[in-house]
């Protein structure tokens, strides 16, 4: 799998974009039950569940891609040694302490 940036952003602003349509359908669907009559108060709520579990499924499945991106970079940090780093960031504390050790001088 090759990562790409671009490409990753591009499709989580247009979730995030459909995302935005359908928060703004659902303000719009709240402004409309104030002053629609009791027989369309049904159907508009109907369509408000729906765009929430749309809305939903999208979330879930932003979460599950994040989960699985998560699983795969520990996977891959897994497999790093870090012992020369760690050996390298050890030589350079000791480097910095003054030469009395720690407190002195």
Known sequence: MMYSRELMDDGREMD???LEERLSELEKLAEDLEGVPDSEVVGILD???????????RIEAGLSEAEGEARELGDLLEKIDFGPFDAALEDLED???????PGGG
């Open 16 to 18: 995030a974009g459909r």
């Open 47 to 57: 369509r408000a569940v729906a765009l929430l579990a749309e809305v939903n499924a």
């Open 95 to 101: 480097l910095e302490q003054p030469s009395g050790g």
